[in-house]
């Protein structure tokens, strides 16, 4: 990204929508050229800025992966004046973006370890990234164990259903969905996202969580994974709360010295524990 406050353009090649209230689309990307696709070089926990032109612009977590290099992939919730504008746009229209903005999740640190990932709602998205790049095939041999829970309010609000029922006729990982509450259809898990977590109770030793929900998920997550002793410096958060210009410039999402968009989104729980209990 040569200049960080100027969108670069990109088509909308695709959209779908993701749950049944339709107020989550995801949204396929392509650069309208080879420099700008070859340029937006990312990793897993990092986000984009959209613009629309008009409408303004909205932080939004990469759910793709690096592995998909043909594609941007990006779900939004439908939520203010950009987020609308973007779910009102058609497929060709061309918007803008910035980035890649942010940190990642410790890939280097994770090798040789296994993974624990255990999201909630909407905020699995940038989750979505991490386990397609772990389940990539030159990938895969890297990491140990790796451990799914993803949690929402009922089956309807569950993102992308299908490559759920796919990761779990996989052997190379273990995937465990659930809601709060089921309908006639739900064969799954019926329980709030932390019951689950205790219940499978994964091995905290040589392993590290990735934790990206609701703070009422997080909050009540935290503790549970504290009783099945995994470290705070073992345990990294995606926090997307406030974020607005991306570039740490406007000040909207500082938490004490800290700015979530350019210091994070991505921080551990040990670091937490040491900035004002904002979060």
Same mark, same amino acid.
Request: charged share 25%.
């Given at each position: %990204?040569?200049?960080?406050?100027?969108?670069?353009?990109?088509?909308?090649?695709? %959209?779908?929508?993701?749950?049944?209230?339709?107020?989550?689309?995801?949204?396929?990307?392509?650069?309208?050229?080879?420099?700008?696709?070859?340029?937006?070089?990312?990793?897993?926990?990092?986000?984009?800025?959209?613009?629309?032109?008009?409408?303004?612009?909205?932080?939004?977590?990469?759910?793709?992966?690096?592995?998909?290099?043909?594609?941007?992939?990006?779900?939004?919730?439908?939520?203010? #004046?950009?987020?609308?504008?973007?779910?009102?746009?058609?497929?060709?229209? #061309?918007?803008?973006?910035?980035?890649?903005?942010?940190?990642?999740?410790?890939?280097?640190? %994770?090798?040789?370890?296994?993974?624990?990932?255990?999201?909630? @709602?909407?905020?699995?998205?940038?989750?979505?990234?991490?386990?397609?790049?772990?389940?990539?095939?030159?990938?895969?041999?890297?990491?140990?164990?790796?451990?799914?829970?993803?949690?929402?309010?009922?089956?309807?609000?569950? =993102?992308?259903?299908?490559?759920?029922?796919?990761?779990? @006729?996989?052997?190379?990982?273990?995937?465990?969905?659930?809601?709060?509450?089921?309908?006639?259809?739900?064969?799954?898990?019926?329980?709030?996202?932390?019951?689950?977590?205790?219940?499978?109770?994964?091995?905290?030793?040589?392993?590290?969580?990735?934790?990206?929900?609701?703070?009422?998920?997080?909050?009540?997550?935290?503790?549970?994974?504290?009783? =099945?002793?995994?470290?705070?410096?073992?345990?990294?958060?995606?926090?997307?709360?406030? %974020?607005?210009?991306?570039?740490? *410039?406007?000040?909207?999402?500082? #938490?004490?010295?800290?700015?979530?968009?350019?210091?994070?989104?991505?921080?551990?729980?040990?670091?937490?524990? *040491?900035?004002? *209990?904002?979060?």
């Amino acid at each position: %990204m040569k200049d960080p406050y100027l969108p670069i353009p990109i088509r909308i090649d695709g %959209m779908v929508f993701e749950n049944e209230a339709r107020d989550i689309k995801t949204f396929r990307l392509v650069f309208t050229d080879e420099p700008n696709r070859i340029g937006f070089s990312f990793l897993p926990g990092q986000f984009a800025e959209l613009s629309l032109m008009g409408a303004g612009e909205c932080p939004i977590g990469i759910a793709s992966s690096p592995t998909e290099p043909d594609h941007l992939l990006l779900t939004v919730k439908r939520a203010g #004046i950009a987020t609308t504008a973007l779910h009102r746009s058609s497929v060709g229209d #061309i918007i803008g973006i910035r980035g890649p903005l942010g940190n990642t999740f410790p890939i280097p640190a %994770m090798e040789g370890k296994s993974i624990v990932i255990v999201g909630g @709602g909407f905020a699995f998205t940038t989750l979505r990234s991490m386990i397609k790049y772990v389940l990539a095939e030159n990938n895969r041999g890297r990491f140990n164990d790796l451990t799914v829970i993803y949690g929402a309010r009922n089956p309807g609000e569950l =993102l992308y259903k299908s490559e759920l029922e796919e990761w779990e @006729g996989r052997k190379d990982l273990k995937v465990l969905v659930t809601v709060d509450k089921g309908d006639d259809r739900w064969t799954r898990h019926i329980g709030v996202v932390p019951n689950v977590l205790r219940t499978v109770a994964p091995a905290a030793k040589d392993a590290t969580v990735l934790v990206c929900g609701p703070p009422i998920m997080v909050r009540y997550t935290l503790p549970v994974l504290a009783d =099945l002793g995994f470290k705070p410096e073992s345990i990294f958060l995606s926090l997307e709360m406030r %974020m607005k210009c991306g570039i740490g *410039q406007c000040g909207r999402c500082n #938490i004490g010295p800290k700015y979530v968009c350019k210091d994070g989104p991505v921080f551990s729980f040990a670091e937490l524990q *040491q900035l004002p *209990q904002e979060y």
